[in-house]
């Protein structure tokens, strides 16, 4: 089923899962307040906006409450990350993922109401941790 989703911001991990959203054919709106970010995914995502997304109206004028799923990837700003998240769960957006710095960052996100929080290094450090033990059983 097709859904609309946003990413809001281009760092590694919100790139990479634009480009794979836009590659399975997803509407993909991307919002960035740097530029040269946005002139980078301007042809890969269906729309690329600069705007700060802790700045509500800007949100709201940009429909964001017409996105299925809006994915909070900002990384090292943990206040933009969490103010951003808390506009979000005011507007009733209907799920919301948010990549998580650390354990606090985390534990916050939880609490203002983020339907699902990752934390990519440490999620993907245990899968691989797993998958070296279940190659390990495969390799006796
Ligand atoms: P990764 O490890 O995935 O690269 P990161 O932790 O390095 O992530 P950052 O570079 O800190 O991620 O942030 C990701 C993006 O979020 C950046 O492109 C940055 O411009 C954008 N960003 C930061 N604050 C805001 C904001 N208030 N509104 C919109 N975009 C923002």
Redesign the pocket.
Known sequence: MKRDYAV?????????ICRELSMEGMEVLV????ED?INEYKNIASHAVI????DEASLKELGIKNIDHVIV?????IQ??I??TVILTDLGIKKITV?A?NDYHEKILNKIGADNVVH?ERDMGKRIAHNIISNNILDY
């Open positions: 809001i911001g281009l760092g590694r991990f919100g790139g990479s919002i960035d307040n740097d970010k705007a700060d997304a802790t990837a900002i990384g090292d700003n933009a990350s103010l951003t990549k710095q990519p």
